[in-house]
Nanobody
Framework: QVQLVESGGGLVQAGGSLRLSCTAS????????MGWFRQAPGKEREFVAA????????YYADSVKGRFTISRDNAKNTVYLQMNSLKPEDTAVYYC??????????????????WGQGTQVTVSS
């Protein structure tokens, strides 16, 4: 089992920045690829960014490419999502998730076995 706890959400004006953190406990953090997803009211959960177990590969949704950066610190069991140039359409609950390290398609929800409870990000115009 892996427990995931997100933090760092909040209210920010358009153009501002936030950094989300997700800390894992339980099994070896470096055994997992990690992803960030988001869900806006009335919409389906969507992929935001993902990072391989080593941090050597990263993936981004087109809507956040160039603005968001995913990173991880395996010594701290933590994955981060640095969000810059935020837009009102980035408003959503953001979830981190863990997938087995061998998973290849970590830009979709299917490989992810564990999910956090989510943290709200609200971007005002």
């Amino acid at each position: 089992q892996v427990q995931l706890v997100e933090s760092g959400g909040g209210l920010v004006q358009a153009g501002g920045s936030l950094r989300l953190s997700c800390t894992a406990s339980g099994r070896t953090f470096s055994s997992y690829a990690m992803g960030w997803f988001r869900q806006a009211p009335g919409k389906e959960r969507e992929f935001v960014a993902a990072i391989s177990w080593s941090g050597g590969s990263t993936y981004y949704a087109d809507s956040v490419k160039g603005r968001f950066t995913i990173s991880r610190d395996n010594a701290k069991n933590t994955v981060y999502l640095q969000m810059n140039s935020l837009k009102p359409e980035d408003t959503a609950v953001y979830y981190c998730a863990a997938a087995p390290a061998i998973a290849t398609t970590i830009w979709v929800m299917d490989p992810y076995d564990y999910w956090g409870q989510g943290t709200q990000v609200t971007v005002s115009s």
